[in-house]
């Protein structure tokens, strides 16, 4: 790697921000604190602002937001402290994670505000978190919630947008880059190297840079994540269906997944679903890595979240956008979130193989249900061998 050629002339310091760092209502807001409040303010919020520009993104490779991205989260921060300034009254820029979820809790179940909108907040003030871990060095754990936020909600908007067959393939390659890391101690990797990819597990695990070792190095290179976007892509798994999969479903050697009638989602079929070459070779290489973990020892469980939880909507979708903002996808009018995989793959394998294949894939009782996709638009992902 050459790190001299991935950062280029523009600095944090010189970077033009899109936007004033204070938005005319939190200017409002901050007149009752006087001018030095409001100028530690503007300095907060410039820090902030620069570091989205230029390593918010992705720390390891000092990649930024888009400006869309940093105005947007810009408005949601200040909306945050607005409230909590209101809530406590008192002027401060510590925002923890209890006031983000007090928050978040009040905005699904006080506001008329859409999930989509809940959503994207919470993104935001991740966004503010991982700041505080990366550039102020904050040991700080991830914040962790449990309010159900769903991006979408009933059949009608799950079938509503899609992934291309090349943006599902830009998300697998980017989990593999993600979560593909060299080894700590290899005699390729320098110093430098070694230091900034710490510094990436530090801000992914929320440790401080002295607590990664081998292990957590050995713990962050995966085939996990990778495994559930292939199998996924391929099938059009379900959030709750990524949470139930157990390992015993997966046939590598006759490239299939096979869901017993009795554990199927919504409907009480056996299912054969084909697996492509890629979803073939990452669970392989997953369940490998799987049985070396203990706690899936006694685990029947495909995949578990680190802390040994199955997966659901919430932390799926988190994955995934920070998956689509590496891979560059823009959603271009369309509200994407994990049921974009099933749209997806539908459309797909009703263009290549037909409704009654489809149906077997995407495990529906009955075949009207598939020609939903049809009607959507069953003829725009385009042709090839694969079925991504």
């Known amino acids: ?8 002339s523009t600095s944090p310091e010189t970077v033009e921000l899109p936007r004033d760092p204070i938005s005319e209502n939190t200017a409002k ?20 602002m620069r570091w989205l520009l230029t390593r918010g993104k992705n720390t390891y490779k000092n990649t930024g937001y888009s400006e869309s991205t940093v105005v947007h989260t810009h408005y949601k921060i200040d909306e945050a402290f607005r409230w909590k300034w209101e809530q406590d009254g008192e002027y401060t820029t510590e925002f923890t994670h209890g006031d ?9 179940t006080k506001s008329s505000h859409p999930d989509r909108y809940v959503y994207n907040f919470e993104k935001c003030v991740r966004r503010y978190f991982k700041y505080l871990r990366d550039e102020r060095g904050r ?28 943006e599902m393939n830009a998300i697998y390659e980017a989990a593999l880059n993600r979560y593909s890391i060299p080894n700590l101690y290899s005699d390729t990797i320098t110093e430098r190297e070694r230091d900034e990819l710490k510094a990436l597990l530090a801000q992914r695990y929320g440790k401080s840079k002295d607590e990664i070792t081998q292990d957590t190095f050995n713990a962050a290179s995966s085939w996990k994540i ?18 139930r999969a157990k390992a015993e479903w997966f046939d590598t050697d006759r490239g299939e997944m096979v869901v017993p009638a009795e554990e199927a989602t919504k409907n009480k079929e056996y299912w054969n679903c084909r697996l492509s070459g890629k979803a073939i070779n990452a669970v392989r290489n997953w369940t490998r890595e799987r ?6 020892h006694d685990e029947e469980g495909m995949w578990l979240t680190r802390y040994g939880n ?11 956008n920070d998956l689509i903002e590496e891979a560059g996808i823009t959603e271009r009018n369309r509200n994407l979130s994990w049921y974009s995989f099933r749209h997806g793959a539908a459309t ?41």
């Open 348 to 388: 797909a394998w009703i263009e290549q193989e037909g409704l009654s294949r489809a149906k077997t894939q995407l495990r529906h009782n009955s075949i009207k249900t598939t020609e939903k996709y049809k009607r959507d638009g069953g003829n725009e992902s385009g042709g090839g061998d694969s079925y991504w």
């Open 1 to 8: 790697m050459n790190f001299d050629s991935k950062n280029d």
């Open 100 to 108: 983000a979820t007090a928050l978040i809790e009040i905005l699904v």
């Open 291 to 296: 049985a070396s973990y203990e706690k899936y």
């Open 226 to 243: 990778p495994s559930i976007i292939a199998v996924t892509s391929d099938t059009g798994l379900r959030p709750i269906e990524v949470g």
């Open 139 to 166: 040991e700080i754990d991830e914040w962790e919630h449990n309010i159900p936020i769903e991006q979408t909600k009933g059949s009608s908007e799950h079938i509503k947008d899609k992934f291309y067959p090349e």
């Open 29 to 48: 807001a901050l007149e009752v604190y006087g001018e030095m409040v409001e100028s530690d303010y503007r300095e907060f919020k410039e820090g902030f």
């Open 310 to 320: 199955p997966y659901k909507a919430r932390s799926l979708n988190r994955i995934l």
